[in-house]
């Protein structure tokens, strides 16, 4: 064979790389589980840094003179805004880079950031420092659903992501916790003079106790093993006869998923919706306790909290270990049918604790209503990471956290208060809103989720066509 012909084919295969997966077996499952374990320690330190905030009001108006328009911009649009704009361009890291450290070095940065609310003495100093916890926190997950997905075989994958999403839960629970505690620190005011950093109020201490151990959970993250990608890899031979990966341009992700649209929309507006009754939920039924069975909020917190950390987590690792089950069973979309039945199960209890007179009956119907709620938190990303080529999961799930927190996060609590304030026109009446904001938002969850139950398959029927064409071409 001349040099000419030789060097054709090497373009060749460099212009039609191939897509393989790896045949090695997966890695073994104690050291898989040590990984999830140490991703869930850190979800559960970026949930609390990015609840802390909203449990400090009080005091940090009082000392720094931060009006109720500035702290709501705090509490949200300088995490959420940045949380989800840098989210894209780190999916995209995700796809091509070594996942271990774009994790590492966002815990460190959102540790520090958090850190460094501590030492803020104004609004401005807050919003930056704020943004940076949400450029930092936006690693975690879309990072962490891809190395998860090359630790565990896909017969496991929803049950071992469900235990990752506990730290969400976990977080949470924390957050009351500590929130509560801090009260309690700070209801008297005063300040203390550190080492350093000089004079500060006692509630700037709350981010230097919640920031800095993050730091060591960085470093510890940073000695994990990068796995080895696997299902649907693209490679190409280069000159010198080597195969490598070979980048998925953005372009071609945005074609796959413009070509599974009625698989796409359907998962993604069904777990934001979700979302989005987990978040509104959240960030009023202490009110609720409050306005309308006269606890307090300690009380409500603390009662609250509890459900939170047992049917949450209990919750999350139930909707995983349901789409493993189901999958197994020879439901190719099972994993899709949770996240589409998540609502059915979830809307009785959730319309029905906000109406009864008894607090105990109340708390007792959101058991039920949090572990039925939070099933999406499993089923879905698993799905995701079912439905994309390796390469491609990253940004894919980077697209997917955008809609669930500007959806869930964004729209739930607000959506709550809007209904509270314009369509009842009473505070009082937030039991009401807690009926209807839900009921619809689950409702159009349950009929978006069933539309994308055929779709679903016939989008991993094109991921097997999509892989098959490529093989083709390489050889």
């Not at 970026?46 to 905030?53: P, Y």
């Not at 309690?184 to 230097?208: H, K, M, R």
Request: charged fraction near 15%; hydrophobic fraction near 50%; glycine fraction near 10%.
């Amino acid at each position: 064979m001349s040099e000419v012909e030789v060097a054709a084919e090497v373009e060749e295969e460099l212009h039609h790389p191939q897509t393989e997966r790896s045949d090695k077996p997966y890695p073994k499952a104690i050291y898989a589980w040590y990984v999830v374990g140490i991703l869930v320690l850190a979800y559960t330190f970026s949930f609390i840094d990015r609840q802390i905030l909203s449990l400090l009001v009080g005091p940090i108006k009082r000392d720094l003179g931060i009006s109720d328009t500035e702290m709501s911009l705090l509490q949200g649009f300088a995490f959420a805004v940045f949380y989800c704009i840098a989210g894209l361009p780190i999916g995209r890291l995700v796809d091509r880079h070594h996942r271990v450290n774009i994790i590492a070095l966002g815990v460190f940065i959102w540790s520090v950031m958090t850190a460094l609310c501590g030492t803020a003495r104004s609004f401005l100093h807050l919003f930056i420092f704020r943004a940076g916890v949400g450029i930092g926190e936006a690693t975690l997950s879309p990072a962490a659903y891809s190395i998860i997905a090359d630790y565990f075989p896909p017969k496991r994958l929803g049950f071992a992501l469900g235990v990752y999403g506990m730290g969400v839960y976990i977080g949470a629970g924390l957050a009351l916790i500590i929130g509560a505690a801090v009260i309690a620190l700070v209801s008297e005011g005063g300040s203390l003079d550190l080492p350093l950093v000089g004079e500060v109020y006692a509630w700037q201490i709350t981010f230097f106790v919640v920031g800095l151990p993050g730091i060591l959970v960085a470093v510890w993250i940073w000695t994990l093993r990068e796995p080895e990608r696997r299902g649907h890899i693209r490679t190409a031979v280069g000159d010198d006869g080597v195969t490598r990966r070979v980048e998925v341009p953005v372009r071609e992700v945005f074609e796959y998923m413009g070509r599974n649209w009625r698989t796409m929309v359907p998962l993604n507006v069904c777990y934001a919706l979700s979302a989005m009754t987990a978040y509104g939920m959240a960030a009023w039924i202490p009110t609720l306790f409050v306005r309308t069975h006269g606890w307090t909020y300690p009380e409500a917190g603390f009662w609250y909290g509890l459900v939170i950390v047992i049917f949450g987590t209990t919750g999350v690792i139930a909707g995983g270990w349901a789409g493993d089950f189901l999958t197994g069973k020879g439901f190719r979309n099972g994993r899709m049918m949770v996240c589409a039945f998540t609502g059915l199960a979830t809307l009785p209890f959730t319309i029905a604790y906000p109406l009864v007179s008894d607090p105990w009956i109340a708390i007792l119907l959101l058991c039920p209503s949090t572990f039925f709620a939070t099933f999406t938190t499993g089923a879905g990303p698993s799905a995701l990471q079912e439905l994309m080529p390796n390469q491609m999961r990253g940004f894919a799930s980077a697209i997917l956290i955008f809609f669930v927190t500007i959806i869930g996060l964004g729209l739930g609590p607000t959506s709550i208060a809007l209904a509270t304030d314009f369509v009842y026109g009473d505070e009082m009446m937030l039991r009401q809103s807690l009926v209807l904001v839900p009921a619809i938002a689950l409702s159009i969850a349950i009929i978006i989720g069933i539309l994308g139950l055929k779709p679903y398959k016939e989008s991993l029927d094109y991921l097997e066509k999509w892989s098959a064409e490529r093989d083709t071409d390489s050889s």
